[in-house]
């Protein structure tokens, strides 16, 4: 696979192996790469921004508060710009600030914001490498989605001899190839998420909704981008920052949402419902806030929302079409029947009130199923982890 045209940040830590990233820096340009280099303060005491520089033909950025030449936040910038974000060497310092979302400097700031897929380059003492704390860090990374190359053994800076060396830049340039240029499976794919829930109006003060956050979808949409894909993302009402990238549609009500996905639905050829779009609305909004009544009840009278994922199993001709089922009782046979009723290719099952699997958790456990009774049982993950198994379960499915 080809690095032409990619554009990468590359991130360089305080190590006696940065002199190993300038090799890096010059073996990216060689193969095609775009460079441009973040340092932290600590790793220019190995190597200066000038020799970096000039092997990347770009601006070299170290501090939070350089004299800024473009009007741009340029860590948001730089995060925005890079497909890849490579990080080498990726010290223990710096591994422990991405694995809790510290951002002190420009390098730690500029990971945090970053929606490509990065990949960390361990280099370390032998002895730190394989700490407890540090392996449980990788972990964690790991399990949100980044790559970690694995570092090599030989001898070290300090004496010894074990694992903790950067690995040679050519093996990491072959690792970007292999593991990620090659992970752009979805290339020339139009794929349309929907996430988050909807809000259906009482008055202008106040509206019904659900617990949905848009956690599930906007993982979904960013680990499509991440791996090629054009993604249409149509959410509700979210806290969360739009994923780069991707052509955003913000609705507010599921009326707004139906004619969302029926305007982008023929464009596409996968589409993930994974919006908790509300089932029912106020026959009556009221123009004016409605007053309290001291003697009074107030009732609410509702009516039915489109069923928006059964028009698109009606109307599908090439899309394969997966909803979502959020349950708290009866999983699979409440899964298997809207499966069924609403023509799905796949349903991903979850049951709300489990622990680490409801609204608003960083984490999720689901179920897949499929038209011929096969199931898919998911531990406990990330929603990035699961969001990158569902495409992978999506592309096999495709391909049958």
Known sequence: MSLTGKKIVLGVSGGIAVYKAVDLVSRLRKKGAEVKVVMTEAATKFVTPLTFRELSANPV?????????????????????????????????????????????????????????????????????????????????????????????????????????????????????????????????????????????????????????GKMGYAIAQAAIARGAQVTLISGPSNLPVPAKVNFIAVDSAREMHAAVLDYFTQADIVIKAAAVADYRPKEVSSQKIKKQADANLTIVLEKNPDILADLGQKKTKQFLVGFAAETNDLISNAQEKLRKKNLDMIVANDVTLSGAGFNADTNIVKLLYPDGEICSLEQMSKTKVANILLDCILAKRKI
């Open 61 to 213: 950025v170290v501090s939070m508060w350089g004299e800024v030449h473009e009007f741009n936040v340029e860590h948001i910038a730089l995060a925005c710009w890079a497909d890849l974000f490579v990080v080498a060497p990726a010290t223990a310092n710096i591994i422990a600030k991405m694995a809790t979302g510290i951002a002190d400097d420009m390098l730690s700031t500029t990971l945090l914001a970053t929606p490509a897929q990065i990949v960390i380059c361990p280099a370390m003492n032998t002895n730190m490498y394989e700490h407890p704390i540090t392996k449980a860090n990788l972990q964690k990374l790991l399990d949100l989605g980044y790559k970690v190359l694995p570092a090599a053994e030989g001898h070290l800076a300090c004496g010894t001899s074990g694992a903790g060396r950067l690995p040679e830049p050519q093996a990491i340039v072959e690792y970007l190839e292999q593991t990620i240029v090659a992970a752009q499976d979805l290339a020339g794919l139009n794929i349309l998420v929907t996430a988050a829930g909807t809000r259906e109006a009482i008055d202008p003060v106040r509206y019904i909704s659900n617990h949905s956050s």
